[in-house]
């Protein structure tokens, strides 16, 4: 993304996501803001791209991903549980991000613009989620905002420290339990 880039994307089918619904023509992008809609002027400076009649939807966003945690192809870089301990309230997942993943990569040419980014299930609470843009060069550029905290209550923490660590919990009500003490 280069910020001081005009884009003229034109002749498309353009969602506006508004009460405008959707209509035909084109979007004008100023250092990445959208400034017109519809049937826009072109200025001289600016780079165009046909759309041809495709559709133009603004930017989706992934509300539930571990992408920037767990590498893709990569298991041994996998930061998306903390699995020592049933309870890490204390953990963000800002901290296990890697701008440099190449999920975020996939997940930009998909038209996932913005992810939730959190901690997996492993634990009965995970730990802090982190908003992050899939665009930048590092995690905080990339952070929208800190907030929420990841719990789980099925499978995932009964086997990971019931079931294959021998200790609590290990059951259902051991992890209602452990949330409500938390």
């Not at 884009?7 to 508004?18: E, I, P, Q, S």
């Not at 905290?149 to 059951?171: F, Q, V």
Request: proline share 5%; glycine share 10%.
């Amino acid at each position: 993304s280069n910020p001081s880039a005009m884009l003229a994307f034109l002749d498309g089918v353009v969602h506006t996501a508004t009460d405008r619904g959707t209509i035909e023509g084109g979007v004008l992008v100023e250092e990445d803001t959208i400034t017109e809609v519809g049937d826009v002027s072109v200025p001289a400076e600016a780079e165009t791209i046909d759309l041809d009649g495709s559709h133009l939807t603004p930017g989706l966003i992934d509300a539930h991903s571990h992408v920037g945690m767990a590498e893709w192809g990569e298991p041994e870089d996998n930061d998306v549980d903390e699995s020592t301990t049933p309870s890490t309230p204390y953990v963000n997942a800002l901290d296990g991000f890697n701008p440099r993943d190449y999920g975020l990569e996939l997940a930009r040419r998909s038209g996932v613009t913005t992810v939730s980014s959190r901690m997996g299930s492993y634990n009965v609470i995970g730990g802090v989620i982190c908003s992050m843009k899939t665009v930048g060069t590092t995690a905080d550029e990339m952070l929208l905002n800190e907030e929420g905290m990841k719990a789980a209550l099925g499978e995932n923490p009964k086997r990971t420290h019931g079931i294959e660590n021998d200790r609590e919990p290990s059951t259902r009500p051991g992890i209602a339990a452990m949330l409500r003490q938390e």
